[in-house]
């Protein structure tokens, strides 16, 4: 089975700051592994996802992602943060066995200072 | 054009009425899914279905009840509500079972049971 830890339930950065959310999973296969996020009273969209082909994934809105799989991490990094970033993020992790299942993490709520 | 909806957006009821959510997707997909996503903001696979068919069940109470009348629709439907069934409810759809593929989030359904 498949698992994802989210360390930090909130991160608040300073407008222009870096931006780095931390994401751990545990899988028994190779992994996908992926990055959503969540605006207030909407759905989820996908930032960007790993899927065994390049280790830096580049996603939208400035976004990327380094999958590391000695550290077991797939960790979220923006190198200046917008006022609009602000919002739920949350990583995910699915794989060919699990059933067919994505697993989800707790979220981390983004905070942008001005 | 919407790729996933769901109707109502809002629906406040009282303990012990019957409810459905309507979901559709515009997207050609083969699978669509039902998600349960607390106050906390986590999220809960509840259901999954590929071509019409129940792939994932997860331990949800039996009044609750998928249908999938065509590979396009997921409706919900919600039997004898309780407190407890109060929550934002997200529908999803994918392309195929795939674990590598991205699911596309509806805009939510949040239901409150008075």
């Known amino acids: 089975a498949q698992s994802v830890t989210q360390l930090g339930s909130h991160v608040s950065v300073s407008e222009g700051a870096l931006v780095l959310l931390r994401c751990n999973y545990s899988?028994?296969?190779?992994?996908?592994l992926f990055w959503y996020v969540q605006y207030p009273n909407q759905g989820l969209q996908l930032l960007l996802k790993?899927?065994?082909?390049?280790?830096l994934v580049k996603g939208i809105n400035g976004f990327e992602a380094e999958f590391k799989k000695s550290e077991t991490s797939f960790h979220l990094t923006k190198p200046s943060a917008h006022m609009s970033d602000a919002a739920e993020y949350f990583c995910?992790?699915?794989?060919?066995?699990?059933?067919?299942?994505?697993?989800f993490g707790a979220g981390t709520r983004l905070f942008v200072k001005a | 054009d919407t790729a996933v909806s769901q109707t109502p957006k809002y629906l406040v009821t009282q303990m012990g009425n019957d409810k459905s959510i309507k979901c559709e997707q515009n997207?050609?997909?083969?699978?669509m899914y039902w998600y349960k996503q607390d106050s906390k903001k986590f999220l809960k696979i509840m259901f999954s279905y590929n071509n019409k068919e129940l792939i994932i069940n997860e331990t949800v109470p039996n009044r609750f009840s998928p249908k999938s009348p065509d590979k396009a629709h997921l409706n919900l439907h919600i039997n004898s509500l309780e407190l407890g069934d109060s929550a934002v409810y997200f529908c999803?759809?994918?392309?195929?079972?795939?674990?590598?593929?991205?699911?596309?989030f509806g805009p939510g359904t949040r239901l409150t049971v008075l």
């Open positions: 995910a992790v699915s794989a060919s066995t699990g059933g067919f299942k994505t697993i």
């Open positions: 790993y899927t065994s082909a390049a280790t």
């Open positions: 997207l050609g997909h083969d699978t």
């Open positions: 999803a759809s994918s392309q195929d079972l795939k674990g590598a593929n991205e699911q596309f």
């Open positions: 899988s028994s296969v190779p992994p996908y």
